[in-house]
């Protein structure tokens, strides 16, 4: 079902004088202060994997674009964290057998497995913003 409205007659109502959208968020928090407050970690659609399941995915990644950099992702317990030099350790929940959100509210990850082999992960994309791909070197 889809809705449609007139953009410009629901910003004129109740006004006298139309006005323009940015000033609709004029007193909105900025996009820092979104990145400050309290982030969404519980989103309804984590599932449980096993502690063998979530091992198959640690290891070492490097983006296609830079072989320079390189994160760790590793299982602590019953959970899933990157670990990404000069930035917050991360947690990863899985919401499929190969789909990840990021928690604190900071994407999705989706592992890649070899299509010879279902049970090994040759990489992985990050989905935020656009996709990022990257490589397991370890």
Known sequence: ESIEFNLRD??????????SL????????G???V?????RTEYGTRIELSEEELDKFSGTYSPESDSSV?????RSGD????????RPTAEL?????????????????????SESDSTRVTG???HKGQDLRAVRVE
């Open 124 to 126: 992985l994309i990050l």
């Open 35 to 39: 990145r400050a407050g309290e982030q």
């Open 79 to 86: 959970v899933l964290l990157v670990d990404n030099p000069g």
């Open 10 to 19: 629901e910003l004129n109502k109740g006004d006298t004088a139309p006005r």
């Open 93 to 113: 929940f899985p919401e499929s057998s190969l789909s990840f959100r990021v928690a604190p509210d900071r994407g999705q990850v989706t592992f890649l497995t």
């Open 31 to 33: 996009l820092d202060d």
């Open 70 to 74: 390189k994160f760790v992702v590793r």
């Open 22 to 29: 940015a000033s609709l968020f004029k007193n909105s928090p």
